[in-house]
């Protein structure tokens, strides 16, 4: 089983859109039993909160549900847990590495480096602009998929 844990700052925007674009993505590819997809923040501002609006809105429109969600806090542990640590952005990346205490066995990449034009997964938090991050999302959830194909990971 591939495990994935998407982060973000606050697990209420970018990252569960992440976790639930890729859950939707390898059902519709028939090889969701392969997956273990979960999200997380670096801080603890949105810890139980649920899923921001805006995401849930966003993802509504391509049948998408977020319901049972609510942010949680990265912990140290999750990085013997997961196969795959993928973060939003660049200040992400940053505190991913400090949660773990370092990436010996390089888990932690950011979203976008798996598609052709790595950068940041842009920010609704700051622009209320839901449809360019989930054209982020999107890209790089598929390009992820491709890498895993690539790599021999996906039966």
């Not at 660049?90 to 979203?111: F, P, T």
């Not at 940041?120 to 209320?128: E, L, R």
Request: hydrophobic share 35%; glycine share 8%.
């Amino acid at each position: 089983m591939i495990k994935i844990l998407f982060v973000c700052h606050g697990n209420i925007c970018r990252s569960p859109m992440a976790e639930f674009v890729m859950k939707d993505i390898v059902e519709k590819e028939g090889v969701a039993s392969q997956f273990y997809i979960a999200s997380a923040a670096t801080s603890t501002e949105e810890i139980g909160n649920p899923v921001h609006y805006g995401t849930r809105n966003r993802l509504a429109q391509e049948g998408i549900s977020t319901a049972g969600k609510y942010a949680v806090q990265m912990k140290r542990s999750d990085y013997k847990e997961y196969d795959y640590i993928i973060g939003m952005d660049n200040w992400n990346h940053r505190n991913m590495v400090r949660i773990a205490g370092g990436d010996k066995e390089n888990k932690i990449s950011l979203l976008l480096d798996y598609t052709d034009h790595p950068r940041d997964v842009a920010d609704p938090w700051y622009t209320g602009d839901f449809e360019t991050t989930y054209a982020d999302v999107v890209a790089g959830c598929r390009g992820f998929l491709a890498y895993l194909r690539k790599q021999g990971e996906i039966k």
